[in-house]
């Protein structure tokens, strides 16, 4: 039993769920605008009926004796030198002040129960979460790639729900909660940690490590753990490129060979960079978007089709939009197209 206990603690560690978090003053203010609220509320029921009170020999009572029995009273501290009288004081005490009283100590402990619960209902969360996510995105690395390429997957319809991050850095999952990003602090190139992002159930796995050695690392651990997940990885430098591809990357993008294109065009060709940059970045002008062709289009010329075609990929081999191979579109081919966005 300890064993299994000590199990589940380390399946959920560094695992944090997106949430929105009060401060701890503004939840402390709360409470006493609460509870002071409940003072008031019986300091007036009971200064309404102060003639049905005792106090010592004295037949009603003055604002400061209602104030002094209702502390008194709330609190349960009780010392019995006021006492209700009449049977509609007695009433009141029973129907109204009772209740009153227990809405007093509740906010008063509220915090401390709340801090003992705190946990269990973490636990709870991410039980739920781990029992539920499957067909979700990973995105290794939180930095400048990581938070770009999020973008696009919202930008593409991909939910929030379905993305997890994974970062070593507890800042940049505070930041990845923040946006309502579920996210795991942790190494990504550990087993125990991308078992945490249940790795086994992803769609894909995008590696955006700031390291080409750590980006190697992270794509052997996950093609290991999950042989047939899609894996995007990005790569500083071109050299590595076959290296991530051997690891198992289906996908590599070579960062700093693209951003030296793009610098080396924009002395002579700065529209073209501009093109570039729009069809990259989802949700304005033009589009890219990767689609199956349709029953309507089925032996149609690519060139024909309203979308223009930019590739097609056949049986596992992508051809671009001039190759003759192409002849007329077939049920099972796979398109890359352009589509201005509206």
């Not at 695992?15 to 939840?27: F, G, I, K, N, T």
């Not at 955006?208 to 999950?226: G, K």
């Not at 993008?253 to 793009?262: K, M, P």
Request: aromatic content about 4%; hydrophobic content about 40%; overall charge neutral.
């Amino acid at each position: 039993m300890e064993s299994e206990r000590v199990g589940a603690e380390t399946e959920h560690t560094g695992v944090r769920l997106a949430h929105q978090e009060q401060s701890p003053v503004r939840q402390v203010w709360r409470r006493v605008v609460i509870g002071l609220a409940v003072l008031f509320l019986t300091v007036g029921v009971i200064y309404l009926d102060r003639n049905g009170y005792r106090d010592g020999d004295d037949v009603g009572l003055s604002l400061l004796d209602s104030v002094y029995y209702a502390t008194v009273t709330l609190s349960t501290t009780g010392y019995g030198d006021i006492t209700p009288i009449t049977p509609g004081a007695r009433l009141v005490n029973i129907l109204l002040i009772t209740p009153l009283r227990i809405t007093f100590l509740l906010v008063l402990i509220g915090t401390t129960l709340e801090a003992l619960t705190a946990r269990s209902r973490e636990e709870f969360q991410i039980r739920r979460w781990r029992s539920r996510v499957r067909q979700h995105v990973i995105v290794c690395g939180y930095g400048t790639k990581g938070r770009s390429a999020i973008r696009s997957l919202q930008a593409l319809g991909t939910p929030l729900d379905k993305i997890v991050v994974v970062d070593p850095e507890p800042r940049a999952i505070d930041e990845a909660n923040s946006l309502g990003l579920t996210g795991i602090v942790g190494d990504a190139g550990r087993t125990e940690v991308l078992r945490r992002a249940s790795v086994e159930r992803a769609r894909a796995v995008i590696v955006a490590a700031n390291r080409d050695d750590s980006a190697v690392l992270i794509t052997l651990t996950v093609r290991q753990l999950n042989p047939s997940v899609p894996i995007t990885t990005s790569v500083r430098e071109e050299e590595n490129a076959n290296l991530l591809r051997q690891s198992g990357a289906d996908t590599v993008i070579t960062t700093s060979a693209t951003s030296g294109r793009l610098l080396g065009l924009s002395t002579d060709a700065p529209r073209v960079v501009a093109v570039v940059e729009d069809l990259v970045t989802g949700g304005q002008g033009l589009d890219l978007h990767q689609r199956r062709v349709t029953s309507s289009e089925v032996g149609l010329d690519s060139r024909s089709l309203r979308d223009i075609v930019l590739s097609v990929t056949r049986s596992g081999r992508t051809l671009r939009f001039d190759d003759p191979l192409i002849g007329t579109l077939q049920p099972e081919d796979e398109l890359v197209v352009v589509r201005s966005h509206h």
